[in-house]
């Protein structure tokens, strides 16, 4: 069973940048696209950015374009560098796995194609 791990999470005044990072530990990512998502107090679920499994591709939600970079590395860890980061921001952000059998090479910021969930990391934007 793949278990997700978010960490990088904490408290960053507006205008900071933090760098989520997620995690498979012992299972390689290497079939999987990776997706991260946030949900904010008293809002629906919202995806963020994904990135493929080659980490060819890549998309962004508007609200995070030019802000966030999404990347992934040979050690199977998927990061989230957020610069620029407003009050708005402030969620809990998770990451999720979708395999490569349903998205292929492509990847895809949408909730309900995921096959796996991590159990998030907080971002708080507050001055």
């Known amino acids: 069973q793949l278990q997700l791990v978010e960490s990088g999470g904490g408290l960053v005044q507006p205008g900071g940048s933090l760098r989520l990072s997620c995690k498979a530990p012992g299972f390689p990512l290497d079939y999987y696209a990776i997706g991260w998502f946030r949900q904010a107090p008293g809002k629906e679920r919202e995806g963020v950015s994904c990135?493929?499994?080659?980490?060819?591709?890549t998309n962004y939600a508007d609200t995070v374009k030019g802000r966030f970079t999404i990347s992934r590395d040979s050690t199977h860890t998927v990061y989230l560098q957020m610069n620029s980061l407003k009050p708005e921001d402030t969620a809990v952000y998770y990451c999720?796995?979708?395999?490569?059998?349903?998205?292929?090479?492509?990847?895809?910021?949408?909730?309900?194609?995921?096959?796996?969930w991590g159990k998030g990391t907080l971002v708080t934007v507050s001055s």
């Open positions: 990135i493929s499994s080659s980490a060819y591709t």
């Open positions: 999720a796995a979708e395999s490569v059998l349903r998205v292929g090479a492509s990847c895809r910021i949408d909730d309900n194609g995921m096959d796996y």
